[in-house]
């Protein structure tokens, strides 16, 4: 049983295009992030939701958009793919923003 | 402004040797939280232990061990006994206990490779 499942696991694309990256979680957790991890295997993070709220919002370009179906779905929107945007995402999830942040398998993004 | 360093960028270590990754952490903060994760060769992300503010305890976990003290603002980690399968890039983070600020601060990360 996966925790926090990410798809696709790899997406390459496009320069200009749009794509979305979807995450789940069983968890039963409220809350759900994505980060970034770049070619330096920094992380970074880019968003949080809880409860379908969006708490934090990192200087990312407007270009990426998280949407929030339900509290066990948080999904990654990007539109008008740039090179720079190549790396890998991850999706965490954590029971109330104060506990342990459990991560997906990630999606590496390769834009052309 | 919260910072976590790791000076160590990459280790080798041959087999059953013991192993010591650095971390350092600032923060003015006086509650907060402070985790390891493994990354190995596949790519996921695996938490191996958090620690808050106001535990100073050390703890054992098998072949792992933490050493939290805040008098250095450091969280170091060892592996016992190495083996191949430790061969990874582990991460120590931070987090601060403020409102509205729940995210995790990273370390660049210390890449271990185990040698048989």
């Known amino acids: 049983d996966t925790a926090v499942s990410q798809t696709p696991k790899y997406l390459v694309t496009q320069m200009g295009n749009d794509k979305s990256i979807k995450c789940e979680q069983n968890l039963g957790h409220d809350t759900m992030y994505w980060y970034k991890q770049d070619s330096k295997k920094f992380l970074k993070i880019m968003f949080s939701?809880?409860?379908?709220?969006?708490?934090i919002n990192e200087t990312v370009p407007n270009r990426f958009s998280p949407k929030s179906p339900d509290k066990a779905h948080l999904n990654l929107h990007i539109n008008s793919l740039e090179l720079g945007d190549s790396a890998v995402y991850f999706c965490?999830?954590?029971?109330?923003?104060?506990?342990?942040?459990?991560f997906g398998p990630g999606t590496r993004l390769l834009v052309l | 402004a919260q910072k976590v360093t790791q000076a160590q960028t990459e280790i080798s270590v041959v087999e059953k040797e013991d192993v010591t990754l650095d971390c350092v952490y600032e923060?003015?903060?006086?509650?907060?939280?402070l985790f390891w994760y493994k990354q190995p060769p596949s790519g996921e992300l695996v938490f191996l232990i958090r620690?808050?503010?106001?535990?100073?305890q050390n703890e054992i976990s098998g072949r792992y061990s933490w050493n939290f003290q805040k008098s250095t603002s450091s969280f170091n980690f060892t592996i016992t006994a190495s083996q191949v399968v430790d061969s990874a890039v582990y991460f120590c983070?931070?987090?601060?206990?403020?409102?509205?600020?729940?995210?995790?601060?990273f370390g660049t990360g210390t890449r271990l490779t185990v040698i048989p």
């Open positions: 983070a931070l987090r601060i206990d403020q409102t509205g600020a729940n995210n995790l601060f």
């Open positions: 620690r808050n503010s106001f535990d100073e």
């Open positions: 939701y809880n409860n379908k709220e969006l708490i």
């Open positions: 965490a999830s954590s029971q109330a923003r104060t506990e342990t942040q459990y």
């Open positions: 923060t003015r903060d006086t509650t907060y939280y």
